[in-house]
């Protein structure tokens, strides 16, 4: 078990800080293999709200590899993903879809109609009924046992963009379609070829769902990303930085960094 090189506890919650962004994404795996079982124990299946990007690309391969190895199965566990670009089809190579399946889907034993992505794909008159049946899938399946989340260099969680709204109306944001930010757009400009072939708007979990969930895993790594943690966890709780409300939910979020991502607050 790696093991980390700092722990602090910071607005309610505990934060670990490793010298490899690797071992973080083996301790993540452990992390969620152990709420796989404990859910399993307890309710006979596992919700889990999965995120895409970078970060947890090596979080996906560590379970892949476990489910290998005979340790860990998928066929009683749920996923819900926390975002999809719009409009997107499933099977472009620069949708989460297509990136699910490469990274998780694809190699493990979740059945079909366990594996929830928002669809890119549902008429725009229709995105907010569709947003609103992925949070009621996600509470008829009992919530999310965990919720896996990256954090964007504007602070952002899913896409839950910065906002001026007032904290109790963002705390109580559902799933729905969200324009990106500016940030957003230029972060993904690499993946696109280009920022002028980036969606201009995206499907994501809403703050609402996210703190809802009875646990939650947060990674950072890079100094691309030491802003936004040290606004998240040392920051004002505000709109305008979507981590920070994380600190509304003291006790169940845990955040694994890496040195780089934790310069400012160590
Ligand atoms: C992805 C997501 C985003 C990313 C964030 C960090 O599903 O919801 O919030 O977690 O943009 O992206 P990376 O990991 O690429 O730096």
Not at 114 to 121: E, I, N, P, V, Y
Not at 137 to 152: H, N, R, T, Y
Request: net charge negative.
């Amino acid at each position: 078990m790696s093991k980390p090189i700092r722990r602090l506890e910071l607005a309610g919650a505990s934060v670990s800080v490793y010298s490899k962004s690797t071992d973080a994404c083996q301790v993540a795996a452990e992390r969620i293999s152990g709420v796989i079982s404990k859910a399993l124990a307890v309710r006979g299946h596992a919700v889990l709200g999965l995120a895409t990007g970078s970060t947890p690309e090596p979080v996906y391969a560590r379970l892949v590899e476990a489910y290998r190895e005979g340790i860990l199965t998928f066929a009683k566990v749920s996923t819900y993903n926390l975002d999809e670009y719009y409009p997107m089809g499933p099977l472009d190579p620069q949708s989460y879809r297509t990136y699910m399946h490469r990274h998780l889907f694809g190699h493990v034993d979740l059945g079909a109609n366990r594996a929830h992505l928002l669809d890119g794909t549902v008429p725009e008159a229709f995105a907010p009924s569709h947003a609103a049946d992925f949070d009621r899938w996600i509470e008829a399946e009992g919530g999310l046992d965990l919720q896996l989340l990256g954090v964007g260099r504007n602070g952002h969680i899913g896409f839950n963009e910065p906002t001026d709204l007032p904290v109790e109306q963002v705390l109580a944001l559902p799933t729905r379609l969200v324009d990106l930010h500016p940030t957003t757009i230029s972060d993904a400009a690499k993946d696109f070829g280009g920022e002028d072939r980036v969606p201009r708007q995206a499907l994501t979990v809403g703050i609402a769902p996210i703190l809802a969930a009875r646990s939650i895993l947060v990674l950072a790594f890079g100094d691309r990303k030491a802003g936004a943690v040290a606004r998240s966890l040392r920051g004002p709780i505000t709109g305008e930085v979507p981590g920070s409300l994380l600190q509304t939910v003291p006790g169940k979020v845990e955040w694994l960094i890496d040195e780089a991502a934790g310069a400012e607050i160590l």
